[in-house]
Nanobody
Framework: QVQLVESGGGLVQAGGSLRLSCAAS????????MGWFRQGPGKQREFVAS???????NYADSVKARFTISRDNAKNTVYLQMNSLKPADTAVYFC??????????WGQGTQVTVSS
């Protein structure tokens, strides 16, 4: 069973930066895609960014040019560098992992709060 542990959330002023990390541990098949989703107050969970085993990345339009996703395959860790943060980015950010069997796992979430 895989465990995903996120870190790096917190409170930041608008225009600031944060870096989220998510480390996978436990027993799991080879990782295919790692990514981030977020759920703002009163909103549904939404896609933020993903990166596959070939380091091909995808981003939601709302975060393009501000967020950068990366991964360290040796450490089974994915990162999300978030720059130029806006109050609209306030949400709980969840790490997501999809293995080569298409089995999906989720982290417990980390709170990001951007003040205006």
């Amino acid at each position: 069973q895989v465990q995903l542990v996120e870190s790096g959330g917190g409170l930041v002023q608008a225009g600031g930066s944060l870096r989220l990390s998510c480390a996978a541990s436990g027993r799991f098949f080879r990782i295919n895609v790692m990514g981030w989703f977020r759920q703002g107050p009163g909103k549904q969970r939404e896609f933020v960014a993903s990166i596959d085993s070939g380091s091909n990345s995808n981003y939601a339009d709302s975060v393009k040019a501000r967020f950068t996703i990366s991964r360290d395959n040796a450490k089974n860790t994915v990162y999300l560098q978030m720059n130029s943060l806006k109050p609209a980015d306030t949400a709980v950010y969840f790490c997501n992992l999809v293995d080569v069997r298409s089995y999906e796992s989720w982290g417990q979430g980390t709170q990001v709060t951007v003040s205006s």
